[in-house]
Every structure is written in structure tokens, then in C-alpha cells.
């Protein structure tokens, strides 16, 4: 069975300072990792993902995120806050359940504030 | 491509009612996902369609709830009757395959309020 832990629910950051956003993962298998972001009243976009490939993902709008097997994290870090990075961020994982067909599954989420 | 398509985007009906979410998906997209969001419980998979086909409803809370899926380009979600603890945000997602690292597209969710 898989899961995930988004470490904290709030972090609150100002602008142009660096962002970590901490999460932490389980499963069986290797897993597929997933960072989404959702700004208010929209849906989810997809930010950055690790699929095995390089350990150190890089994504959209200068956020990037290392898989950690020893450690099962995949922290989401960006070196400097921007007031538009202000949102709901979801730590996904996916792996191979029963049947083989993956179902992700989503962390509790991270709202992310950033203060002028 | 316009993205995925929900409607409507906002809902508020009266317990008891019956309400419909609906969604079209990217098209050529083979897999179709509902989510529920609430504060409670977080973003919760209630139903995945592969090509039509309803793969896993485990998700899917109770008897009320039914999702269809009649042609690639339109699902339903529907509630029947509905509750005041149903009022969440509805989201429907669809991806090109469903290998674990397909990304998944939203589209912009349903807010729905029964009174």
C-alpha cells in the first residue's frame, strides 16, 4: 500500500526568500512522484514529476524537487518566493496496486503563504 | 485544446434534490478520474473510467452517488438524493494512459452547497 505525509500544513515564507515544502512517501514499489499546485478556485496543474529517471526534477516556474529513496522524500524547493507562488501544493505518489493499474494517491496538501 | 471541461461551476440545491456534475475530457485522453475535495477529508478518488469503462468505484461514498460514462467525450457524476455533508468541490481529471506516471489534467472543479 502506498502513502503519503505532507509535512506541514502552512508554511509561510516572504518574497525572495527560499521555499521548502516537505513530503514524505511509502511504498511497496518504485513509485512515480507528483508535485501539483491549485491556486485558489482553480484545479490542479501538474508543477514537476520523478518517473526513475534523473533524482533531481526540475518543473515549472523555477520550482524543482529531489527524490530521496534512503530518506522516502521528495521535498518541492524554489530559492525565491514570488507572491504568485502563493497556493495549494499536493505531494502525490503512485505506484502499482492490485491489478496493475496505479492509483495515485494524494497528500493532505501545503498552503503556501508569501508575505511582501 | 481547451482543457477539461466541467459544468457547472458552481451548484446550490436543496437537500433532497437531485444534482449532475458534468465533465468532458482532453480529448484522446483514455482515462477519466472524479475527485471530491473537502477541508475534512483532503482530495478523495471516487471513481476512474478507462476507455468507458468504470475500472474502480471503491471511492464512490455510498449508494447515491453514481458516475457514467456513455461516449469519450462526456461523463457524469450524479447525486441522488442529496445531503448537506455532500457539499465538497467535484473535480474531474482525465490523462492519456494510466502507466502511474501519466500526468493527470483538472479541470476547474464544481463547488457544490446543498442546503
Known amino acids: 500500500a502506498q502513502s503519503v505525509t505532507q509535512l506541514d500544513s502552512h508554511v509561510s515564507v516572504s518574497e525572495g526568500t527560499p521555499v521548502l515544502l516537505r513530503c514524505n512517501y511509502s511504498?511497496?514499489?518504485?513509485?512515480?512522484l507528483f508535485w501539483y499546485v491549485q491556486h485558489p478556485n482553480k484545479g490542479l496543474q501538474l508543477l514537476l514529476k520523478?518517473?526513475?529517471?534523473?533524482?533531481l526534477v526540475k518543473g515549472i516556474n523555477g520550482f524543482e524537487a529531489e527524490f530521496k529513496k534512503s530518506e522516502t522524500s521528495f521535498h518541492l524547493t524554489k530559492p525565491s518566493a514570488h507572491m504568485s507562488d502563493a497556493a495549494e501544493y499536493f505531494c502525490?505518489?503512485?505506484?502499482?496496486?492490485?491489478?496493475?493499474?496505479?492509483?495515485?494517491?494524494f497528500g493532505r496538501g501545503t498552503s503556501l503563504i508569501v508575505h511582501p | 485544446d481547451a482543457g477539461v471541461i466541467q459544468s457547472p461551476r458552481h451548484e446550490v440545491t436543496e437537500m433532497g434534490q437531485e444534482v449532475t456534475l458534468r465533465c468532458k475530457p482532453i480529448?484522446?485522453?483514455?482515462?477519466l478520474f472524479w475527485y471530491r475535495q473537502t477541508m475534512m477529508r483532503g482530495l478523495e478518488l471516487l471513481i476512474y473510467?478507462?476507455?468507458?469503462?468504470?475500472?474502480?468505484d471503491s471511492g464512490m461514498p455510498e449508494d447515491r452517488f453514481s458516475a457514467k460514462m456513455p461516449n469519450a467525450s462526456f461523463s457524469t457524476l450524479k447525486i441522488q438524493p442529496s445531503e448537506p455533508r455532500d457539499s465538497a468541490v467535484y473535480f474531474c481529471?482525465?490523462?492519456?494512459?494510466?502507466?502511474?506516471?501519466?500526468?493527470?489534467?483538472f479541470g476547474p472543479g464544481t463547488r457544490l452547497t446543498v442546503l
Open positions: 481529471a482525465s490523462s492519456l494512459l494510466s502507466t502511474g506516471r501519466d500526468t493527470q489534467y
Open positions: 511504498s511497496s514499489y518504485s513509485p512515480s
Open positions: 520523478y518517473t526513475s529517471a534523473a533524482t
Open positions: 502525490v505518489v503512485s505506484d502499482p496496486a492490485s491489478g496493475g493499474s496505479y492509483i495515485p494517491t
Open positions: 480529448s484522446g485522453h483514455d482515462y
Open positions: 473510467f478507462n476507455n468507458n469503462v468504470p475500472i474502480d
